[in-house]
């Protein structure tokens, strides 16, 4: 595929790919094992519905680089330890939360370049999990502490 075909440099899109895709198998990791600590009901509905978008979202990001003809990474981002260093699941995931913060971001740069129509229907869809997620993080967070 063509930087026309696209509306970027394939190598580049690839490594915005590949970062978002270890940054989201860090998130699937720690929300699992995060779910694994909690037996509050509203951390555990949240961290089902993280675990399922995470999941999803590597899906995603896999199915786009192999459209590339790219090599999915099989890294875990550092993201991962970053959470998991912390011992308080309330700021684990306030942690977390700033995680779908940046994909946000991430997304919606790569959004405003990318033109390939199946790219951007997967992207668009990490992109609505994780604004989901966000929002119902900031819905429930006052009842996490």
Not at 20 to 41: C, D, P
Not at 52 to 71: F, I, K, N, P, T
Not at 124 to 136: F, G, K, M, R, Y
Request: glycine share 4%.
């Amino acid at each position: 595929m063509t930087a026309e075909s696209l509306g970027m440099q394939r190598e580049l899109l690839i490594e915005a790919l590949n970062e978002l895709l270890s940054a989201e198998r860090a998130g699937a990791q720690v929300a699992s094992i995060s779910l694994n600590e909690t037996e509050a009901e509203v951390a555990r509905e949240m961290l089902t519905q993280v675990h399922r978008g995470e999941a999803d979202s590597v899906r995603r990001l896999r199915e786009c680089l192999l459209l590339l003809d790219a090599e999915p990474t099989h890294e875990r981002g550092a993201f991962y330890e970053k959470c998991m260093a912390i011992s308080d699941l309330p700021e684990r995931l306030a942690l977390v939360d700033r995680g779908q913060k940046w994909v946000i971001r991430k997304l919606e740069g790569l959004l405003e370049q990318v033109t390939h129509p199946r790219i951007r229907q997967e992207l668009e869809a990490v992109l609505s999990t994780h604004e989901v997620n966000s929002a119902d993080y900031a819905a429930k967070a006052p009842e996490l502490k």
